[in-house]
């Protein structure tokens, strides 16, 4: 649970903190940039002859642009709208907090002293403002996102290490010990709901930058195959969630979700986990379409004309 208290540590720094402001920093969520990102996607044809036809691996993204339909920029911006919104509203009132916005297991450095543990984070090249939810939530999806496969596309996804709702739980009452020693039944159940949420913003925003990478001649990581992967995850998630938030709140819009809880007790908030357990079990549990998808166009870096 030491990246959990890390990130309460880090999180006490909000965008009403004078340190903060005096640095003349940019306020704005890193959300903002799947806008900047789609822009530069949207300059890009995967489907130029003359690009396709460059090499076998150009080849290879141009097929698979087709079946995330990247052409289809109104319906990207839409579910990139629709996802802020989302998250702006669920954290209604809450301030935007100094986020890493991309830990995973190399930018974390572990020491142990007896007894002892402590964390600190490194590269903050993605560091910035963001909503308090990104962090965590981004951190439960590296869980089961394996990035040192040494094989093409050079990851993997585990479902069974899909984060448990007994884990998420102890991390969010870790990270509110260190962040509001004072927090209420109410406030825990807003920030479990501010992480589990913000995994599809998460898996989107990644989704972005891969398609963004694609069009690059980036080869380290297979970037369409993840975009297809984490596009799926999102997808399913964020459907499984808002079905389950309609029946314990009877809304699916951020800010009115975010309302309700705020008023629930222990009752209350107990039923919710209740119910959100659902969600852990399907995602833990379910088959992928895009692992399917994928095992059927599956080469080898060679094939694909690419260096070893």
Avoid at 12 to 34: A, G, V
Avoid at 36 to 58: G, H, Q
Avoid at 163 to 175: D, F, H, M, N
Wanted: charged share 25%.
């Amino acid at each position: 649970m030491v990246i959990a208290e890390t990130f309460g540590r880090l999180h006490r720094f909000t965008e009403n903190t004078k340190e903060l402001i005096d640095l003349n920093i940019d306020m704005s969520s890193f959300l903002e940039y799947m806008g900047v990102w789609l822009n530069k996607v949207e300059e890009f044809d995967f489907d130029a002859e003359s690009w396709r036809e460059a090499s076998p691996y150009n080849k290879h993204k141009s097929n698979l642009a087709k079946f995330l339909d990247t052409k289809n920029s109104t319906k990207w911006r839409d579910e990139v709208e629709w996802n802020k919104e989302f998250i702006r509203g669920l954290h209604h009132g809450d301030p935007l907090v100094l986020s890493h916005n991309d830990l995973n297991q190399g930018n974390v450095l572990v020491e142990k002293n007896g007894d002892k543990i402590s964390a600190e984070f490194i590269d903050y090249e993605y560091g910035g403002m963001n909503y308090r939810g990104f962090d965590l939530g981004n951190y439960y999806c590296e869980h089961f996102l394996d990035y040192t496969s040494r094989e093409w596309p050079h990851f993997e996804l585990n479902r069974k290490l899909f984060p448990t709702q007994e884990y998420v739980l102890k991390s969010v009452q870790t990270y509110l010990a260190k962040n509001q020693p004072d927090y209420t039944p109410s406030r825990q159940a807003l920030v479990y709901l501010y992480s589990i949420s913000s995994m599809t913003s998460s898996h989107l925003l990644w989704t972005v930058w891969d398609i963004l990478q694609a069009s690059s001649d980036a080869s380290g990581l297979g970037f369409l195959e993840n975009a297809i992967t984490r596009k799926e995850e999102y997808d399913v998630h964020k459907f499984t969630l808002l079905e389950i938030l309609k029946e314990v709140t009877g809304h699916t819009d951020g800010k009115n979700i975010a309302s309700a809880v705020e008023k629930f007790g222990p009752v209350e908030c107990q039923d919710l986990y209740a119910k959100m357990k659902r969600l852990h079990d399907v995602m833990s549990e379910r088959s992928s379409d895009a692992v399917k998808f994928l095992r059927q166009h599956k080469t080898t870096r060679a094939a694909l004309g690419l260096k070893k």
